[in-house]
């Protein structure tokens, strides 16, 4: 297992070189740069010229992208042009936010969803399950950010009960960042839940199908006993890979959520920063983010591993 | 998904019985309902798609500033906008543009999806760096990767089929590698090779075959997802451009007046959720068709 | 310009108020207390008013610091930081007397090495400081109360440069230590001092407690300033929706740029406070003149005869309190400068003429190219309007909309485009409009008009300088210079503020929180 690890770890190292090079690349291939968008559509061509050797963006593509490879390998990540200071430190300004709004909302789509998909796996094939499984569909059929308006206009401007804007930091009041997490939360992962629900109850009943869990009905446990004994542990494993893919999919998620709610979040950031060309932001953050995916990747394999271990992987 | 390693669900659900008599036939006839609903629906917003022309009752550009922002009527059904175009008219060009967007975005994934995956499995040393470059491209979270193609591309209704394409390309390409990599070992592909048949040949005949179950079922919730992303990107302003009737961009102006009037989120909402609902409903069907064994684990793979 | 003819006007409309009300008693002054929390439209890419144009940055930063001049209710230069001036030597030396006692936030107290030190900072790096620092020979600090300022030659337009928002008057300390790099540390000498900028979350100011207020009362944006609130809080809310929702549901005391859609729903609400500017911006259609289709006068001249610029700005601007038809290149509340003589291509709406144009260019439906963008709703939406009316009459027109930075780096290349739209937001003084020179993206280069602009540079006589605006206007017409489209006003909403001073510069001061 060690040798496992080892090896997926050290891939992990020319994935990260790809999307380094790719993100690179692709956001210079915008038109515009950093230069002109801060210099303004007046500036003259000197000015333009001072403010790209400034940058240190005068010298030839080549040339820069290495540079930017040396600094990886440091764990530099550069300095934001137009907020000047370190990507990380922007990053981390913005991370509660997004962590918050993206732990709340793979909170609610597992409590919703993991319970609704074992209650329809249970009750299989009754109007429960048919209505729980329609009611995912439709879940699985609205966007998040039409979701999102919809609740704003009910439950922010006509009857006032959620506060419509913004975000109130941690720092300022439990529940009034509740309060504000609340609508982005649910908008979220409430159509992630849908997706829960649905591969949770495929799993269950997987899982209830397999001859030990007759032959335990057979032996007269209860019910309730072969549900949620048997059956659970065993549909963990899927369940797991649900929550991996989940947050994979609510990190994307949180940037669109994120500009209908005016959340100061990483996703804002990125978007400002790609519409802005502020290249080491895009650049920073797209590394982070596909840094993160990965490794949340594999620490789900490695939940795997320690919770079956009929499982082995090969090579 | 998740770098190398075997789905253990998928393990687990190949080896459970697949049969339990009455209750699984029963639930083969319920889900033959859904599908043919799903198609249904599939069905008339292809009908809409393609008789735009006729069933719009206006150009969806044509602007007449006077009425704008007005509620439904006889002649408008669906309102105006703030521009005074007719909102049913857009509603159903969107239609034909999500369908041409979603057709397309399959057809790019799976050609370019089928083209990597292909060569990937079956060309041992090209695998490697092959899926690397693919793992890279996954990593990315789809949204941001669409947004920064589209940056770089420009808006148009091509590079928002391209920018999806390529964020979908490489799942498709996982699938069909994992196809080849299998059926790659079997006496019959073995035997083929033996006999020094052309590995074009081999590919076409016996192992492209195989993979194509996985994978179409994998198009229909990349056709879904292509619709969502059009207009994810549209709403983010940075999709197709602007005064191009497209479910996103009529979602995006409509939220500037939201209080207003709320005609422009309601209608094109409904519509995009049906669109999106009839997909979903024809790929679970598909799927139960096509390959029981997949049954619930891949479920939509949404990318918002 | 004195303010003395002003002031004069004005008490006979007092005493009549007074007459007709029955002497009522004075309004009560707004409390004291609080915190003002404003909703605005993004982040100031900084606080350095002399490195940037952006208008959002000096609407933050003019709480903290102060000008030399700035502008009173009729938009003509009055003292700020100044007490008075002298000039000489033919129009061109200015001996500016500096104010007794100002004390900067940092304790120290405003000299003239501080003026000299950040007017000159200005000269060296903001773009209108450059222009203007053009014809200045040289500028000293006479007395550490008097500040000098020689002219290659003489200008009306000095004292109006002097007044503007973006020339801070920072310690010389600050002005040397930052160079040419933005300002590290924010001092000035107004009513409110920097406390802390949490970058999108907010920018914070605090009531400075030694503040040197001007003892007339407030006029236009001179006079007295008085810190009521304790605090004010800037925060970013690009969204307008959530600006707009916010201040809905009492969390804002402000939201900028509100849509003007909005406005019959929110007047229905009590608790808002809403004012219409009227002095604002006009959207313009540039052409280019330098290459393409548009460099031929007789396509441009077919534009300009087919528009219809009720459409265009209806849907531009949307509820019609807010946009107003008038072809003059000044705003009727600038009395100084506005005239209809001249204005002779103005919302034309004759189609037969536009044909008949066309024709004779010889427009053979090469495609108009015209780059707009959505972040800003007014530049899109008049574009798609005036696209359509000249498709009518045969134009064909290539609509691009861009991202920002894309339609900033294509504005500056002329074989990219035929038309851009923008928004010219007005000018205290006709010779500092930029956007008539001949460099400016467009590129309108035309030798009497080029001849205008420099004598009006010249010209300190109002009236005379009135004669060559109306002469300016009429070349703007018959060359086509750009494409005015009509005036926008801004709608500004308030939510419990008591005090609070619509203007078409934003700003808090003398105005108090209600509870």
Known sequence: MKTYLLRRALAIIPVMLVVATVSFVLIRLAPGDPASVLAGPDATTEDLAQLRTALGMDQPLPVQLVKWYARLAQGDLGQSIFLRRPVVQAVVERLEPTLLLTLWGTVLSILIGVPAGIVSARYHNTAVDQSFMALALLGLSIPNFLLGLLMILVFG??????????YVPLDEGVWRNLRSLLMPAVSLGLVQSALVARITRSSMLDVLREQYILSSRAKGLSERAVVYKHALKNAIIPTLTVIGITVALLIGGAVIIETVFNIPGVGRLI?????????????????????????????????YLVIDPRIRYTG | MAVGALRPAATVGSAATASA??????????????????????????????????LARQDPQHLDVRVRLAAPTATHWMGTDHFGRDVWSR????????????????????????LFGLIAGYYRRLDNPLMRIMDGLMAFPGIILAIALMASLGPSVLNVILALGIVYVPRVARI??????????????????????????????HVLPNCLSPVIVQGTFIFAAAVLGEAALSFLGVGVPPQIPSWGNVLAEGRLYLQQAPWLTLFPGAAIMAGILGLNLFGDGLRDLLDPKLRGVHGASREA | ??????????????????????????????????????????????????????????????????????????????????????????????????????????????????????VSRWGRLHTTGKTVWKIVEAAEAKDPHTLVIHLKEPSGSLLYALAS????????????????????????????RFVEHKPDRHIKVARFKEYAARPEAPNGVGGKRIAYVDEILFMPVPDVAVRLAGIEAGEYHFAQSPKQDQYDRLKANPRLGLDIVKLGAWITAAPNHKEGVMSNKKVRQAMQAVLDMEPIMSAAVGHKAFYRLDGALYFPEQALWHSPTGVTGYNLRNKDRARALLREAGYSGQPVRWITTKEYEYMYNSA??????????????????????????????????????????????????????????GWWCHEEKERLLGELVRESDPKKRRAIVERIQAVFYEDVGRIKMGDFFSLLITRDLKGFEPSPFLHFWNAGIVK
């Not at chain 2, 889900?31 to 809409?48: E, M």
């Not at chain 2, 990599?181 to 006496?187: A, D, G, H, I, N």
């Not at chain 3, 040419?180 to 000035?188: C, L, Q, R």
């Not at chain 3, 045969?394 to 739209?421: C, E, N, S």
């Open chain 3, 384 to 441: 798609l309007v005036a696209r359509q009316q000249m498709e009518e009459v045969g134009f064909k027109v290539d609509l691009q909309v861009l991202d920002w930075a894309t339609l900033v780096q294509r504005r500056g290349k002329p074989d990219l485009w035929d038309i851009f739209t923008t928004g010219i937001t007005f000018s205290p003084d006709p010779a500092l409009t930029s956007n008539l020179q001949c460099n400016w993206p």
């Open chain 1, 271 to 303: 978007i400002s920063a790609v519409l802005r060309r502020d290249y080491p932001v895009v650049q920073g953050v797209v590394l982070l983010i596909a840094l993160t995916y990965t490794v949340i990747n594999l620490l789900v394999d490695l939940a």
């Open chain 3, 1 to 118: 310009m004195t303010t003395g003819k002003s002031w004069i006007a004005c008490v006979p409309a007092a005493v009549l108020v007074v007459l007709l009300t029955g002497g009522a008693p004075a309004q009560e002054a707004p409390r004291f207390g609080g915190v003002l929390q404003a909703a605005m439209i993004g982040e100031p890419p900084t606080l350095d008013t002399h490195t940037t144009t952006a208008t959002i940055a000096y609407q933050v930063g003019w709480h903290m610091f102060e000008s030399l001049y700035t502008l009173d209710k009729n938009y003509a230069p009055i003292p700020m930081l100044a007490e008075s001036h002298t000039v000489t030597d033919g129009g061109r030396r200015y001996t500016i007397a500096l104010r007794k006692g100002v004390r900067f936030h940092n304790g120290k107290e405003l000299t003239a090495a501080d003026a000299l030190a950040s």
């Open chain 2, 21 to 54: 008599g009455g209750g699984t036939a029963l639930r083969a006839l319920l889900r033959r309902r859904t599908a043919v609903l799903g198609a249904l629906i599939v069905a008339v917003n292809l009908a809409v798609a393609v008789g735009a022309p006729a």
């Open chain 3, 165 to 192: 928002p973006y020339l801070a008057i920072y310690p010389k300390s600050v002005a040397d230590a930052a160079g040419d790099a933005p300002i590290k540390e924010y001092v000035g000498t107004g009513p409110f």
């Open chain 2, 176 to 205: 069909v590698r994992g196809s080849v990599l299998v059926v790659r070992e079997t006496p019959y592909v073995e035997a083929a090779r033996a006999l020094g048949g052309l590995d074009l040949r081999i590919l076409g005949r």
């Open chain 2, 91 to 114: 509603v159903v060009y969107g239609a034909r543009l999500s369908m041409i967007v979603g057709a397309s975005v399959v057809g790019l994934s799976f050609t370019g999806g089928l």
């Open chain 1, 157 to 166: 401007v006509w009857l006032g009960w959620l506060p419509v804007s913004g």
